[in-house]
């Protein structure tokens, strides 16, 4: 039976040392502030939205939110991102994703300042986190890299199999593991023989966004799984990329959903927050 990783400890243990250099922050002067900007009245991102706030709250960041209605032109929307780029008092922004239909998403990603792309999504960023050389952490990945540190889960020669290749989780996910001297396969929709490969992975990690996708013969006994979906199943209730029962039994160490990933990105995008003051203040 596998151990579960879980990520609401180490979120909070994350979000505790945040705290920490927020009022070491604020003793000296600096503040810390997130600009959340949502399109739309998507409930999921509502409710995306709402758990950065309680987290900007819970570390002592103040959160500004930016809700726009759904017919907002891009126009609207980059002057909008241009202000708070030029706003000295703003030191992340994010700008939460799917944007509603039309609006271009990499134009709105293009147009945040590098220095406050505390989602790390903008291609200077990417950039960084190619070469291994970066300031902001992609923050889905960089939680999951603080989990396996936590559980004292070692990367270094082991096979990691990262099934999807998304910009935003699967191939900045390889990277990191890379960087810890992981061997890396990255998996996708138009791989053949897919369960073949799963099953020479030490670390399994699933972002592929189908619920259950991760059966427990696509999986090696012993291995460590990392779930980041986040699905609907056939009852409306949210689970992941991994069939969570039939897989543990065969894991060594699985994140459930919910609480894994999702409270490790979260944290991320604090931490984030907090490096991105410190670079606007000279403090890095
Ligand atoms: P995405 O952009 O839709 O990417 C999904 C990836 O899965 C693609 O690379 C796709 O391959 C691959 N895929 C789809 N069907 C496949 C199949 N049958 N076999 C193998 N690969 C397949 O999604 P994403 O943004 O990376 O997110 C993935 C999941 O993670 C979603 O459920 C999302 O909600 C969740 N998520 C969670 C967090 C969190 O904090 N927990 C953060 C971000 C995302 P192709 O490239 O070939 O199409």
């Given amino acids: 039976m ?47 939205v709402n758990n950065k706030k309680k987290a900007c709250e819970a570390t002592g960041i103040i959160s ?28 992340g922004i994010l700008c939460q994703l799917p944007l509603p239909e039309g609006l271009d998403e990499k134009a709105v990603i293009t147009a945040i300042s590098p220095e406050k792309d505390v989602d790390a999504f903008n291609a200077v960023n990417t950039g960084h986190i190619m070469i291994g050389d970066y300031t902001f952490l992609p923050c889905t990945p960089a939680g999951i890299t603080e989990m396996l540190d936590y559980y004292d889960i070692p990367v270094r020669g082991k096979h990691c199999v990262v099934i999807g290749r998304s910009n ?87 994140t459930p959903v919910p609480g894994g990933v999702g409270p490790m990105t979260i944290a991320t995008l604090m931490k984030n927050t907090v490096i991105a003051a410190k670079l606007q203040n000279g403090l890095l």
Wanted: charged letters at 30%.
């Fill in 168 to 254: 935003i989780v699967g191939k900045p996910m390889a990277m990191l593991l890379l960087k810890r001297d992981g061997t890396v396969t990255i998996c996708h929709s138009k791989t053949e023989n897919l369960a073949d490969i799963t099953r020479q992975a030490d670390i399994l990690v699933a972002a592929v966004g189908r619920a259950k996708f991760v059966s427990a013969d696509m999986v090696k006994e012993g291995a460590v799984v990392i779930d980041v979906g986040m699905n609907r199943d056939a009852d409306g209730k949210l689970c992941g990329d991994v069939d969570f029962e039939a897989v543990e039994k065969k894991a060594s160490f699985i």
């Fill in 64 to 91: 500004r939110e930016y809700a726009l209605p759904a017919d907002t032109s891009l126009e609207e929307l980059l002057a909008l991102i241009e202000k708070l780029n030029n706003d000295s008092e703003v030191n």
């Fill in 2 to 48: 596998a151990r579960i990783i879980d990520g609401k400890l180490v979120s909070q243990a994350v979000k505790d040392g945040v705290k920490e250099q927020v009022s070491l922050l604020n003793s000296k002067g600096v503040s810390v502030t997130l600009a959340v900007i949502i399109v739309g009245d998507d409930p999921a991102s509502r409710i995306y």
